[in-house]
């Protein structure tokens, strides 16, 4: 497990992370979230040992990172994909990785065709595209065969076949028992990825869930009707104390109910109806309401 107990990080008079606990379990992906500016880098960045906390610590299965002897053999972790030295080579990166924590040689071979960069592992990393350096990190990452993978954005450049790629890797990961944190901001990706969510803004912890227990929380479901009588059918509604709205395509939206009340009154009143179903809130649109008093960095009106 990775456990985080009471973390905070300050600049100056700046509060990058406050006081901030959750939990990353095996067995299942869990989706780092939060608006830009929230923490989240820095909180990962504290999980491995390049930042000093300023209060509290963080434990991967009992134990800071940095007393970990063989850390590449126990996390892997994809920070920065282009933080690599431009003239090496992709095998040799990986080999020299290798070899600062006994990993044998073959591991290397086995990563680089694991992320699709067999063809290119002679190539000078200074000419790989953002796609390629980020396979390269991935590889770099599941090198140690690692129980805790840690992944900071890591559909940066991916193409869409890419990124369903990486959304099988990282599932089959978790599904093998190790523990997998993902940071990203692809929301709709987040959404058939990961199982359970840690939202966080300004630093501080906003939600610690399932994704399913999230979007139910912090959406705002409806009832949609396709009707040729929308008239109608807002005065038998609106009669029935139901709130209606309009739909984007047309049809009506009724709120605080469900269909089975719906196609009730609609049937005591004998009104036509093509449609009735439930209209579910994304991730995205749950995330964008729950996070809106926490966004750092706004466009102006």
Same mark, same amino acid.
């Given at each position: 497990?990775?456990?985080?107990?009471?973390?905070?990080?300050?600049?100056?008079?700046?509060?990058?992370?406050?006081?901030?606990?959750?939990?990353?379990?095996?067995?299942?992906?869990?989706?780092?979230?939060?608006?830009?500016?929230?923490?989240?880098?820095?909180?990962?960045?504290?999980?491995?040992?390049?930042?000093?906390?300023?209060?509290?610590?963080?434990?991967?299965?009992?134990?800071?990172?940095?007393?970990?002897?063989?850390?590449?053999?126990?996390?892997?972790?994809l920070l920065?994909?282009?933080?690599?030295?431009?003239?090496?080579?992709?095998?040799?990166?990986?080999? %020299? @990785?290798?070899?600062?924590? !006994?990993?044998?040689? $073959?591991?290397?071979?086995? #990563?680089l065709e694991?992320?699709? /960069?067999? +063809?290119?592992?002679?190539?000078?990393?200074?000419?790989?595209?953002?796609?390629?350096?980020?396979?390269?990190?991935?590889?770099?990452?599941?090198?140690?065969?690692?129980?805790?993978?840690?992944?900071?954005?890591?559909?940066?450049?991916?193409?869409?076949?890419?990124?369903? %790629? @990486?959304?099988?890797?990282? !599932?089959?990961?978790? $599904?093998?028992?190790?523990? #997998?944190?993902?940071?990203?901001? /692809?929301? +709709?990706?987040?959404?058939?990825?990961?199982?359970?969510?840690?939202?966080?803004?300004?630093?501080?912890?906003?939600?610690?869930?399932?994704?399913?227990?999230?979007?139910?929380?912090?959406?705002?479901?409806?009832?949609?009707?396709?009707?040729?009588?929308?008239?109608?059918?807002?005065?038998?509604?609106?009669?029935?104390?139901?709130?209606?709205?309009?739909?984007?395509?047309?049809?009506?939206?009724?709120?605080?109910?469900?269909?089975?009340?719906?196609?009730?009154?609609?049937?005591?009143?004998?009104?036509?109806?093509?449609?009735?179903?439930?209209?579910?809130?994304?991730?995205e649109e749950?995330?964008?309401?729950?996070?809106?008093?926490?966004?750092?960095?706004?466009?102006?009106?």
């Amino acid at each position: 497990m990775i456990e985080v107990e009471r973390l905070s990080k300050r600049y100056g008079s700046t509060v990058a992370v406050d006081d901030l606990s959750f939990t990353v379990r095996p067995g299942r992906v869990t989706g780092f979230l939060g608006p830009n500016g929230a923490g989240k880098s820095t909180t990962m960045r504290m999980m491995l040992g390049l930042d000093r906390p300023s209060a509290g610590r963080v434990l991967i299965d009992g134990r800071p990172y940095r007393d970990l002897a063989e850390p590449l053999r126990q996390v892997g972790a994809l920070l920065e994909a282009t933080a690599v030295h431009g003239g090496r080579r992709g095998h040799h990166h990986l080999r %020299w @990785l290798a070899q600062t924590n !006994r990993i044998p040689v $073959a591991r290397v071979g086995a #990563v680089l065709e694991q992320v699709g /960069l067999t +063809s290119v592992m002679r190539k000078r990393v200074k000419g790989f595209s953002l796609g390629m350096s980020q396979r390269l990190g991935i590889a770099a990452a599941l090198l140690g065969d690692p129980p805790v993978l840690l992944f900071d954005e890591p559909g940066n450049g991916l193409d869409p076949e890419g990124i369903v %790629w @990486l959304r099988n890797l990282i !599932r089959s990961l978790a $599904a093998e028992g190790r523990t #997998v944190l993902v940071s990203s901001h /692809l929301m +709709s990706e987040m959404a058939v990825t990961a199982e359970h969510l840690v939202v966080i803004g300004r630093g501080r912890l906003l939600a610690d869930t399932t994704v399913a227990e999230f979007i139910d929380t912090f959406s705002r479901s409806h009832v949609r009707i396709a009707t040729p009588e929308p008239e109608r059918l807002r005065d038998v509604l609106t009669s029935a104390g139901v709130r209606v709205t309009d739909a984007d395509d047309g049809a009506l939206a009724a709120h605080g109910t469900d269909p089975v009340r719906v196609g009730e009154l609609v049937a005591a009143n004998n009104v036509v109806v093509h449609e009735i179903g439930v209209r579910s809130a994304s991730l995205e649109e749950a995330f964008v309401r729950m996070t809106a008093d926490v966004v750092e960095y706004r466009e102006g009106s």
